[in-house]
């Protein structure tokens, strides 16, 4: 799947590695199922280590392993299902994940937005996919009412920010 990043489609340099795999060389995405199992030899390992959360698992399991990964893949299996929101927020704000974060799965365009804004910053996108829309997407809205990751100054606070002598007129 195409993936895009920083406004541009990149290469994907992570390999995903399901649980019966072999391990292969370079940088991989394990579940984490596989990195509680092989926790100790996957840290071991002298390559970047990606981990793919499902919609039902919380980054709460990971605690402080959670700065041991270069990218962490949060799954949005169903439109329908916004849990990955929920993890990308807590990830960023709560855990002070620096990583990549990255949405697999049901991404849709209506989306990308929001996901980014909840602190996402890769997109596995479906083949087809044009850049042009992502970017168009990505800029068709300019004021929040709610606060989020990206730290884009939301209604209120720009209201709260207007000189005294312009809020009294």
Request: charged fraction near 30%.
């Given at each position: 799947?195409?993936?895009?990043?920083?406004n541009?489609?990149?290469?994907?340099?992570f390999?995903?590695v399901?649980d019966?795999e072999?391990l292969?060389?370079?940088a991989?995405?394990?579940?984490?199922k596989?990195?509680?199992?092989?926790?100790?030899?996957?840290?071991?390992?002298?390559?970047?280590?990606?981990l793919?959360l499902?919609?039902?698992q919380?980054?709460?399991?990971?605690g402080?392993?959670?700065?041991?990964?270069?990218?962490?893949?949060?799954?949005?299996?169903?439109?329908?299902?916004?849990?990955?929101?929920?993890?990308?927020?807590q990830?960023?704000?709560?855990?002070?994940y620096?990583?990549?974060?990255?949405?697999?799965?049901?991404?849709?365009?209506?989306?990308?937005?929001?996901?980014?804004?909840?602190?996402?910053?890769?997109?596995?996108?479906?083949?087809?996919?044009?850049?042009e829309?992502f970017?168009?997407?990505?800029?068709?809205?300019?004021?929040?009412?709610?606060?989020a990751?990206?730290?884009?100054?939301?209604?209120?606070?720009?209201?709260?920010?207007?000189?005294?002598?312009?809020?009294?007129?």
């Open positions: 799947m195409p993936l895009i990043k920083d541009a489609f990149v290469e994907n340099t390999a995903h399901a019966e072999t292969p060389e370079g991989i995405v394990v579940s984490l596989r990195f509680q199992a092989e926790r100790e030899m996957l840290l071991a390992r002298n390559t970047p280590l990606g793919r499902t919609s039902d919380s980054p709460e399991a990971l402080p392993d959670v700065y041991h990964f270069a990218v962490i893949e949060l799954e949005f299996p169903k439109f329908k299902d916004g849990r990955g929101y929920s993890w990308a927020r990830l960023r704000q709560r855990m002070g620096k990583g990549e974060l990255r949405a697999v799965g049901e991404v849709l365009r209506d989306q990308w937005l929001f996901m980014h804004r909840v602190g996402i910053d890769a997109f596995e996108v479906r083949p087809g996919t044009r850049i829309d970017r168009a997407a990505m800029a068709e809205q300019t004021v929040f009412y709610q606060p990751s990206d730290r884009v100054r939301n209604v209120l606070d720009l209201r709260h920010s207007r000189p005294a002598r312009i809020a009294a007129e």
